[in-house]
């Protein structure tokens, strides 16, 4: 799944505040929530080491960033008795500030139809698509011209790769740390057996980082790194302690990687929608408003939009748009008033609001691979030789696909409610991915609206930025808002 622990540059945007701290120790959230916290693990030493030299590891060898918080689950089901962390600790003095419940639609059933009136001038029509994800779509969001006007600014502002391939920052940390293979195994390991087979190694590797892992690819790696002497694509025990991790990468780094092998091959801009910005960005930003039913307040402060170009053979494998929800982890756009030592930083994306922007003549539908499924289980997305999260060999299986249609929009729900009012879980059902563009381009927008899972930090973010719009005035405007020297273009259509 796209949500990992440490998100790369093609996930955010820019303007995310600079990291004020590093990882050093695993620590709580340290917000104050009274809901309860599943422990970080057994007080037991591997715990914290194996914690972070997993990621160490497997982030910069393409294995999944991933994985390092898979062992948080896999070491938390033990003593409750253990530390609640930061976030059952006494807080500093004063009263913290509150949010009141956020909205969330209701779907009804598939098919059920509403009406609304986002604009002046006309009625939209708002279809259930799925109860699981919750997910709608509203034909006529955009005009044509306002899709061929976000399209204009993108490409007057420039687009980028939206793929960022791994570095060689870590091999100075690799050098260093060692980590121990049984623990990996063991992690890798689902079923329990002692064997590695090959659904087991791709359900954990997930996106990489980077690279999107086959089985073929992956039997090319063994055979190149003498890992499976049989050939048989089941590793042992015996035969996972005998490799040197150091092989994947000096294996990774010899291999050239084509578009077609990447997780994403696509470009991507952000335009911003903040006061100042293009009268039609900010019309636009109002009528999410208006279809979010949130406050003012959170649509405002969230993500710029980003608009995406697929290229023929353009893709994106299926991923969700949200990091999980653990104590271990921080979310981008309120780590700047958290104050808290984690690990993992990740995306909270409360929604997302798909735009398409033009018709794509072949391919490049959105798939929902297992939209309404009775249940969700991660290793059935892998079943024989089909990988229901490919999306260049296997859209045509997923449970629902959405064709694009300039001006439609989509949305759905990326968490599941908590009961109160508030985020709940990653809500598994919402994984999604962009379909092979075999014939022409395809041109999309995204709205996420962040929001965090610890309310009270949502809260604390949404007064530090009150308060610096109050003291700072124009000044206090962040880099990404030049975009607003696109305010007064005038294009023709």
Aim: glycine share 8%; charged share 25%; hydrophobic share 35%.
């Amino acid at each position: 799944m796209a949500a990992a622990a440490v998100t790369g540059e093609a996930s955010r945007p820019q303007w995310a505040p600079p990291d004020h701290c590093k990882a050093q120790a695993a620590a709580g959230l340290g917000d104050g929530e009274d809901a309860p916290v599943r422990p970080l693990c057994k007080p037991r030493g591997i715990c914290s080491r194996a914690y972070f030299l997993v990621l160490m590891v497997f982030v910069h060898l393409y294995l999944g960033n991933v994985l390092a918080l898979l062992l948080f689950v896999h070491y938390s089901n033990g003593d409750e008795s253990s530390d609640p962390g930061p976030q059952h600790r006494a807080q500093g003095p004063g009263p913290e500030p509150t949010l009141g419940p956020l909205t969330r639609l209701e779907g009804i059933k598939v098919g059920h139809e509403r009406k609304v009136q986002l604009v002046t001038d006309r009625d939209h029509f708002i279809r259930t698509l799925s109860l699981k994800p919750l997910l709608f779509e509203i034909p006529g969001f955009l005009t044509d011209d306002e899709c061929r006007l976000i399209i204009h600014l993108a490409q007057m502002k420039g687009l980028q790769r939206s793929q960022i391939l791994p570095t060689e920052e870590y091999e100075e940390a690799m050098s260093t740390m060692q980590v121990s293979q049984l623990d990996l195994f063991q992690l890798l390991d689902q079923n329990r057996d002692g064997h590695l087979q090959l659904r087991e190694v791709l359900a954990q590797t997930r996106l990489g980082n980077g690279w999107w892992m086959t089985p073929e690819s992956i039997q090319e790696m063994y055979t190149a790194i003498k890992a499976d002497p049989d050939g048989d694509g089941v590793l042992s025990l015996q035969e996972f302690s005998n490799m040197d991790l150091r092989d994947f990468h000096k294996y990774m780094r010899s291999h050239k990687a084509e578009s077609s092998e990447l997780v994403r091959n696509s470009h991507h801009t952000w335009l911003y929608q903040g006061e100042g910005a293009h009268h039609i960005m900010r019309a636009i930003r109002q009528r999410v408003l208006r279809l979010t039913r949130l406050s003012p307040e959170i649509v405002e402060l969230s993500e710029p939009l980003q608009v995406v170009r697929y290229g023929e053979g353009g893709h994106y494998h299926a991923h969700v748009d949200s990091g999980p929800v653990y104590p271990e982890t921080i979310c981008s756009h309120t780590k700047l008033v958290a104050n808290e030592s984690v690990p993992f930083e990740t995306s909270c994306r409360y929604m997302t609001v798909l735009f398409y922007l033009n018709n794509v003549t072949g391919g490049g539908e959105t798939v929902f691979p297992v939209a309404d499924n009775r249940t969700y289980d991660e290793m059935s997305l892998i079943q024989d030789d089909v990988d229901l999260r490919d999306t260049r060999r296997h859209c045509d299986k997923g449970n629902l696909r959405v064709k694009p249609r300039q001006g439609t929009a989509v949305f759905w729900y990326n968490y599941l409610p908590d009961g109160q009012g508030w985020v709940g879980d990653v809500d598994d059902y919402s994984l999604h991915g962009g379909c092979l563009v075999t014939r022409g381009t395809k041109w999309i927008a995204n709205n996420w609206i962040n929001v965090d899972p610890s309310r009270a930090r949502q809260a604390l973010f949404q007064q530090e930025m009150a308060r610096l719009a109050r003291e700072g005035g124009a000044d206090s405007q962040p880099e990404w808002a030049l975009d607003r020297a696109y305010r007064d273009a005038r294009v023709e259509l």
